[in-house]
């Protein structure tokens, strides 16, 4: 594939997944460069939930569902108040990303630091938009609940997700 051609995929590709209706119900999908499983370790999950209630609290996320994976999260979510969504999850990826990658660096018994540092330097440095690391991948992959239909089959499909620690 040509290099303008690349340019263009990505660009339609972009769009596709784009929160397009600020204050409406959405399913979100977060997933670590290279399905990494940070989120096995408890430590690293609970940056996420200590920044979901933060964003509740704080931005005005309203979380009507959640589960984290080994590697991924899912949420269904809405924005109320006056800031929309995607600044709320631009914001919570942000600071998730920067503080689960800052608690890895901090942490002594963390076997696997090296190589899960080692990661995310190397998708940092294919991407422009950051500067020494990159955690998540770009997309979010939003689903508006648009219709009962995507509603009954996103909040069935959660419930079904979720990880049990040991």
Known sequence: MSQHYKIIYLAMSSALYQIRDQFAVHFLTFATVQWLDVFTRPDYADIIIDSL???????GLAIHAWCIMPNHLHLIVSAKGSTGLSDIMRDF???TSAEIIRTIENNSKESRKS??????????????RNINYQFWQQDNHPIEFSTPDIFNSKINYLPARPVRRA
């Not at 209630?53 to 931005?59: A, D, L, Q």
């Open 93 to 95: 990826k942000k600071f």
């Open 53 to 59: 209630k933060f964003c509740k609290e704080k931005k």
């Open 115 to 128: 190589w899960m540092l080692w990661i995310f330097s190397k998708a940092g440095e294919n991407n422009a």
